[in-house]
Nanobody, 122 residues
């Protein structure tokens, strides 16, 4: 299973970006999907998560500015980022809890994407 993230870039403060992350490979189903970010010298932190049923939760710092969504048919999760601030600058990573068949049972595995750089200039 691979997660391919895209959509990062350089944007001015107040601007918008949309990140995408597509999962591919041997997938039975996907449970939670999420976005995390890591700024230089800081720990990786949760940005937003979404369940297979569409329930969401966000970090307080992005509430009202970022929106997470997913397309289950495409195994893809999105992050719409509006009103970007310089403090949003980080490498953004997606992850997914993937159900894979193992014989007659299904097992859940956590996969991470490769990260995409988001830089917000002031």
């Amino acid at each position: 299973v691979q997660l391919q993230a895209s959509g990062g870039g350089l944007v001015q403060a107040g601007g918008s970006l949309r990140l995408s992350c597509a999962a591919s490979g041997s997938i039975f189903s996907i449970n939670d999907m999420g976005w995390y970010r890591q700024a230089p010298g800081k720990q990786r932190e949760l940005v937003a998560r979404i369940t297979s049923g569409g329930d969401t939760n966000y970090a307080d710092s992005v509430k009202g500015r970022f929106t997470i969504s997913r397309d289950n048919a495409k195994n893809t999760v999105y992050l719409q980022m509006n009103s970007l601030k310089p403090e949003d600058t980080a490498v953004y990573y997606c992850n997914a809890n993937v159900q894979r068949m193992a014989g007659f049972a299904s097992l859940e595995y956590l996969y991470w994407g490769q990260g995409t750089q988001v830089t917000v200039s002031s």
